[in-house]
């Protein structure tokens, strides 16, 4: 069906078919309907034709019955009780008419004679017989005696009062039946309802069928419908006649097949028709095609060339004007093809801002030097990076960072060596591939090319300093590809970022540490999801009372693959992605479930938990924690959430109104790791906090007459002049304990006083150190008790 010529080709004749089959469907529908109606007519016309035959043999009997009731002879032998003669006179009169019953009462309904055994016992329906005499002669009267219904006419005998009664009748049979189906056409079924209930009937149908040809028709009603008799379609129609006695319905029943023939026949002669007329349509169908398609056809190969790319072959066709006109268009048409196809691949692999290659380009120079025949032996790709154009855009516009660029762009061209590739790569990022530069010239060429682009830019009425990096990476020593090149490259110009430096080569290495740090970030995701982090519990000591009551929660991760990952490397990834909320809902979730568990089992203790930095400008983390804390059935005041100075000095202001809003409900605060950041004390006293937390770094060099020791002395000061409690974390030496408690430091953690715990260990632990810690005051002993408590060396 892809050609033009066949779906022309289709198109006429499925014009012709649909054309047809409208005209034939409605055709042999009105003439269906209209062959079904006459048919419905006739048996229509055949049950009145039946009413008038019943009729007819009414009065015939009437007739009959009257001379027989006249015969001088028959009433004298009525009234002498002769029963011989009155049986011959009444068999003669009944032969005539061909009545099959003769019946003589007596003026009560008592049988004197009677030439139908089942008659003579038939009781109560002989008595009724005589109140209803009276009626037309040609009305019909019918009775069912025993299992037989019978057409009659009664009349009186007068001598010359009555002294009798007497009745002929015709039965009602398969006789009648098919006598009466033979005059209408049709089969014929006589219903007598009998006044027992029971439905007697004579009809021309088998007798297995009877009974159900009985049972439909009276559920149509007296308007022609179709029934199924043995799995056969019959159209029927029930008359009830207008008659005496018992009722009496002629059912007229004709074969569907039989109705429909005159429908056959208009269709196969309409079938043939139409055959004829698709015929002639695919016939005239194919010329047209030919025709029509041959001026397509060139039209196509000329398309098809030029899809090739072949543009010089002119486009000429015969036919009509609209397709000479439709080639002279295609010429034009080829002709600006080829011009916009060069100007688009100039595009496709330059860019548009410096003219340069991009990365397209330059990725596809990079595989045909690594990857042909007369590979350098010696390659050096050097990735630069302006990373302040940016921060130019921003503060004086795009118009001067572009301008920045292209000066950039031009000065690049300009330094590198002719055989040099020099390509933009990235918004502010520039690649340049030197052929034949040998690791030792590498950094050195790096560093010409970055000092040429760093300094001197006048744009603008302004004198501006780009903020240079550049990364280096070799073929063949650091990779065999294009992509692994690129690829390291990279790296290196991340390691110059991290280390702040101008050039930086790529190291070995380095790739499994970036993968590893993508696996992390990956699956970090997926292993909240599954609850397959988990907390642990460090206890913090009360000095003044060598008491545990208080923890921080910490949170620890085993990766599948890569084993024990530490919370300072999965926990900033966390946060420069985007995942920190998550993770912070987790562990707040999972703390304050804990914290409700060790309440139910009668261990009440206050718990510390960290957030990220983002958090506590998020909106929705104060509901959270609330909601969390009724879940559980947890205080409000026996939660402490640490804060970074430096999560706290992003936005000062909103930090404090959410850190306010839950310290109204109870929920207390302390600045982790202070001493770290860059806050002011203005700003640190605009914030509700509870505690200072000294940094671990200055505890482990805290010695009388050192520098930590100075920094910690200053800390727990300033924290107490505030109103706040101070907790110094990782405390692992005696020297450190004995420095803090002679400083009065209010808590202390660390490994000295027992690495993180389990959950489960958390209360035999608490419950010890509450009950058995000595209250000495020498240190050695103080020291020795809590490396008895831990259960565990001192480190």
């Known amino acids: 069906m892809g050609s033009f010529r066949k779906r022309l080709l289709v198109l006429i004749i499925g014009l012709v078919v649909v054309t047809q089959t409208v005209t034939l469907t409605a055709v042999l529908a009105s003439t269906a309907h209209n062959v079904e109606a006459r048919a419905a007519e006739q048996l229509r016309s055949g049950g009145s034709f039946v009413e008038q035959l019943i009729r007819f043999r009414a009065g015939e009997l009437a007739n009959g019955v009257a001379v027989l009731a006249a015969d001088f002879g028959f009433r004298e032998a009525v009234a002498s009780g002769d029963a011989p003669t009155i049986m011959s006179a009444a068999d003669n009169n009944a032969q005539r008419i061909g009545a099959d019953m003769v019946l003589l009462l007596d003026t009560r309904g008592r049988v004197l004679a009677s030439s139908a055994p089942e008659v003579s016992t038939a009781g109560a329906a002989l008595d009724s017989l005589l109140q209803d005499v009276h009626g037309p002669r040609d009305q019909p009267n019918f009775m069912v005696f025993g299992r037989r219904s019978y057409q009659f006419f009664l009349a009186p005998v007068r001598a010359p009062e009555t002294i009798a009664w007497v009745a002929m009748g015709f039965l009602v049979d398969a006789r009648l039946a098919q006598r009466t189906g ?5 089969q014929v079924a006589l219903v007598s309802h009998g006044r027992d209930g029971i439905a007697h009937v004579a009809s021309t149908l088998p007798q297995a069928m009877q009974a159900a040809a009985t049972v439909s028709a009276a559920a149509t009603g007296d308007a022609p419908h179709v029934i199924q008799l043995a799995n056969t379609d019959y159209l029927s129609f029930t008359k009830r006649l207008d008659s005496r006695g018992d009722s ?20 196969d002669d309409l079938l043939l028709i139409d055959g004829i007329a698709l015929a002639l349509a695919a016939v005239v169908g194919t010329f047209l095609g030919r025709s029509a398609a041959r001026p397509i056809g060139e039209l196509v190969r000329a398309a098809r060339r030029i899809q090739q790319g072949q543009y010089e072959t002119a486009v000429a066709v015969a036919g009509a004007d609209e397709f000479r006109s439709l080639a002279a268009t295609f010429n034009a048409m080829q002709q600006n093809i080829a011009e916009r196809e060069a100007d688009i691949t100039h595009h496709a692999y330059h860019d548009s801002l410096t003219d340069l290659p991009n990365r397209a380009l330059g990725t596809r120079r990079l595989q045909e030097l690594v990857s042909g025949a007369n590979r350098p032996a010696h390659l050096a ?6 990373s302040n154009v940016r921060d130019i855009n921003v503060s004086l516009g795009h118009h001067v960072g572009d301008d920045v660029l ?3 762009a031009r000065r690049l061209r300009q330094n590198a060596a002719s055989q040099d590739t020099v390509a933009r790569v990235g918004e502010s990022q520039f690649l340049v591939i030197a052929r034949e530069c040998t690791p030792a010239r590498s950094p050195l060429y790096a560093d010409q090319l970055a000092g040429v682009i760093r300094t001197g830019f006048h744009l603008s009425g302004v004198s501006l300093d780009l903020h240079v990096a550049c990364g280096v990476c070799l073929y063949p020593d650091h990779g065999a590809t294009a992509d692994e090149l690129l690829q390291r490259v990279q790296i290196a110009l991340e390691d110059a970022d991290e280390a702040r430096s101008r050039v930086a080569i790529y190291r070995p290495g380095r790739d499994e540490e970036h993968r590893r740090r993508l696996t992390l970030i990956t699956d970090l995701r997926g292993a909240i999801d599954r609850e397959a982090l988990t907390l642990v519990y460090q206890p913090k000591v009360t000095m003044a009372t060598r008491s545990v009551k208080s923890l921080e929660a910490l949170v620890r991760w085993t990766h599948p693959q890569l084993g024990a990952v530490s919370p300072g490397e999965f926990v900033p990834l966390a946060e420069n992605t985007g995942g920190s909320r998550r993770l912070t809902s987790w562990v707040l979730s999972a703390a304050i479930r804990q914290m409700g568990e060790w309440r139910r089992g009668g261990l009440d203790v206050e718990l510390a938990v960290n957030l990220s930095a983002p958090d506590i400008l998020d909106p929705e983390l104060g509901d959270e924690i609330l909601e969390t804390l009724r879940a559980h059935r947890v205080e409000a005041k026996s939660l402490l ?5 430096s999560a706290v000095m992003r936005d000062p202001q909103l930090a404090a109104r959410h850190m306010q809003l839950l310290r109204i409900a109870g929920v207390r605060f302390a600045i982790d790791d202070f001493g770290t950041g860059h806050s002011s004390l203005s700003q640190l006293r605009m914030l509700p906090v509870d505690e200072l937390k000294i940094d671990r770094s200055f505890m482990t060099h805290a010695r009388l007459g050192s520098d930590a020791a100075t920094i910690v002395t200053s800390t727990i000061e300033l924290g107490h002049s505030m109103g706040l409690k101070v907790v ?6 005696p020297e450190a304990w004995n420095l803090l408690r002679r400083l009065g430091c209010d808590f202390a953690q660390g490994f000295l006083i027992s690495p993180p715990l389990p959950a489960a260990d958390v209360p035999a632990f608490v419950l010890q150190a509450n009950q058995l810690l000595p209250a000495s005051d020498s240190t050695v002993l103080q020291i020795r008790a809590l490396d008895e408590l831990a259960g565990r060396p001192r480190r």
């Open 641 to 645: 959430l640490e804060i970074t100075e």
């Open 248 to 267: 009496v319905d002629v059912i007229l029943l004709k074969p569907m097949h039989a109705v429909l023939a005159p429908y056959r026949d208009v269709r």
């Open 728 to 733: 110094a974390e990782g405390v692992e030496e």
């Open 381 to 386: 790709l050097i990735l630069i990076d302006m």
């Open 406 to 408: 292209r000066e950039a």
């Open 182 to 186: 033979d005059l209408v056409g049709s």
